[in-house]
């Protein structure tokens, strides 16, 4: 009967490794910097998050932007890191008066933020946008400091 088994198994390791198949996919998420030698090369990290919705405000309530057609993740844009500051704000990407604008996002629903009310009054409700999650520090050291950051004198 042990021989019958090691004879089964060995027949099924050399089926199933016959059938392995080598797998390969394109590189991605690098950037490629020439160095000229004896000169000043800079070199930075992307500080700018894709983002995480964009498209047309369809009107403006107060502080309240909304976005007809939008399917908003309101409980992810509404959240907030620990000191109770927001992680997501609105980019606004038309041109104008109020291109380039930054507003944190307050709330969220599934078709409306709700924006810091000073900076809202700049809008007229009907700009293109862009929403992203701020970078933070740890998106760069990691959020345990894996690089290993050192407190200064």
Same mark, same amino acid.
């Given at each position: 009967?042990?021989?019958?088994?090691?004879?089964?198994?060995?027949? *099924?390791?050399?089926?199933?490794?016959?059938?392995?198949? =080598?797998?390969?996919?394109?590189?991605?998420?690098?950037?490629?910097?020439?160095?000229?030698?004896?000169?000043?090369?800079?070199?930075?990290?992307?500080?700018?998050? %894709?983002?995480?919705?964009?498209?047309?405000?369809?009107?403006?309530?107060?502080?309240?932007? $909304?976005?007809?057609?939008?399917?908003?993740?309101?409980? *992810?844009? %509404?959240?907030? $890191?620990?000191?109770?500051?927001?992680?997501?704000?609105?980019?606004?990407?038309?041109?104008?008066?109020?291109?380039?604008?930054? *507003? =944190?996002?307050?709330?969220?629903?599934?078709?409306?933020?709700?924006?810091?009310?000073? =900076? %809202?009054?700049?809008?007229?409700?009907?700009?293109?946008?862009?929403?992203?999650?701020? *970078?933070?520090? %740890? =998106?760069?050291?990691?959020?345990? $400091?894996?690089?290993?950051?050192?407190?200064?004198?």
């Amino acid at each position: 009967m042990k021989k019958l088994n090691l004879l089964l198994g060995t027949l *099924l390791a050399t089926v199933a490794l016959s059938h392995a198949v =080598d797998s390969y996919s394109e590189i991605v998420g690098y950037t490629t910097t020439s160095v000229a030698p004896g000169k000043m090369t800079m070199a930075s990290f992307p500080l700018l998050k %894709a983002e995480v919705y964009s498209g047309v405000f369809s009107s403006k309530n107060g502080a309240v932007l $909304n976005s007809a057609g939008s399917s908003f993740n309101s409980t *992810l844009l %509404a959240s907030k $890191n620990y000191a109770g500051e927001s992680l997501y704000y609105v980019e606004i990407a038309s041109t104008g008066a109020s291109s380039g604008l930054i *507003l =944190d996002i307050v709330s969220a629903a599934s078709t409306s933020v709700t924006v810091a009310a000073p =900076d %809202a009054a700049r809008l007229t409700g009907t700009e293109n946008y862009k929403i992203r999650k701020y *970078l933070t520090l %740890a =998106d760069v050291f990691g959020p345990g $400091n894996e690089v290993g950051l050192k407190q200064g004198p």
